[in-house]
């Protein structure tokens, strides 16, 4: 008996905490902050944690299958389950930018623009950056105005304190030049809508 003390003092200690997280949730970005907080339990930070974001049968959201990418992408489960809704994935905490919202990390990237637009996707999609606040963008929230300027526009669900509004590396709704820094042109998606003119 004396052998099971470890197991049960190790069963003890992570009961609480999975007693403690429901098993779904009354809202899409209750949700996606629901998964964020409990994946930065996760001892591996240097990677990508994504799943699906699924609608039951009496309106509440749970998440779908856990997937853990590495530090550049998080591969989705395909076909996407019945019921999904949503989508949400981390950004990876490591280097010196994690807990800078200037970083380009802090924000969606233009692959996970293009995922929450992609015709076999089509739901709103989640961030949760490294700093630890928590990002949504809904599809065709994306305007371009000619092959020179884009805005992206996305909801802050978590925030910090001080605010990341206005220090993020792109602002939600802000136009911005489709340029690099080099001044060179950067293609404009095929998914943008055209500003009325």
Known sequence: MAALTPLLLIL???????????????????????????????????????????????GRIRFGAINEGDMNRCPSTWPKPAGTVGSVHTHPIWGPGSQDVGSAGQVFSEGD??????????VATFLGAPAGHVLRYDPGGTTCWGKSFIARKFKIVRDLSPTVNGRLPIDSGVKTP???????PIAKPAYCKEAAR
């Open 113 to 122: 623009f293009g995922h929450a637009e992609h015709a076999d996707v089509g």
């Open 12 to 58: 003890s200690v992570l009961a609480p905490r999975a007693a403690a997280m429901p098993s779904s949730y009354g809202s899409l970005d209750e949700a996606a902050v629901a998964f964020v907080d409990l994946v930065r339990t996760y001892p591996e930070q240097k990677k990508e944690y994504c799943t699906w974001l699924i609608k039951e049968p009496g």
């Open 178 to 184: 489709l340029f690099d820094q080099g001044g060179k």
